[in-house]
């Protein structure tokens, strides 16, 4: 069983950076890739960021693209999502999840954080 839970979230100013981190109490982390999705108000949740099982494969949404770097350490069974050069526009609610395979559709993926707010003030 995969039980995720996200932290780090928070309000910014346009240009500052945060660190938001997914950590699993399961046994089974290292045998998921696990992304980040994002969902602003009235908008569909969107693919932001995505590791493989053992860290080697990452792939980024272009909006995030330079500015975003996500990371895993097994060890302490937890991803990192360290955000950059922030925007107002990067404002949602952020979540990780947990896919069996390398994917960016939210469908593949079937465990999910319950979700935390990053607000970027302009």
């Known amino acids: 069983q995969v039980q995720l839970v996200e932290s780090g979230g928070g309000s910014v100013q346009a240009g500052g950076s945060l660190r938001l981190s997914c950590a699993d109490s399961g046994r089974t982390f290292t045998t998921y890739a696990i992304g980040w999705f994002r969902q602003a108000p009235g908008k569909e949740r969107e693919f932001v960021a995505l590791?493989?099982?053992?860290?080697?494969?990452?792939s980024y949404a272009a909006s995030v693209k330079g500015r975003f770097t996500i990371s895993r350490d097994n060890a302490k069974n937890t991803v990192y999502l360290e955000t950059s050069s922030l925007k107002p526009e990067d404002t949602a609610v952020y979540y990780c999840a947990a896919s069996p395979i390398i994917a960016t559709m939210k469908a593949t993926y079937q465990y999910w954080g319950q979700g935390i707010q990053v607000t970027v003030s302009s």
């Open positions: 590791v493989s099982q053992n860290g080697a494969y990452t």
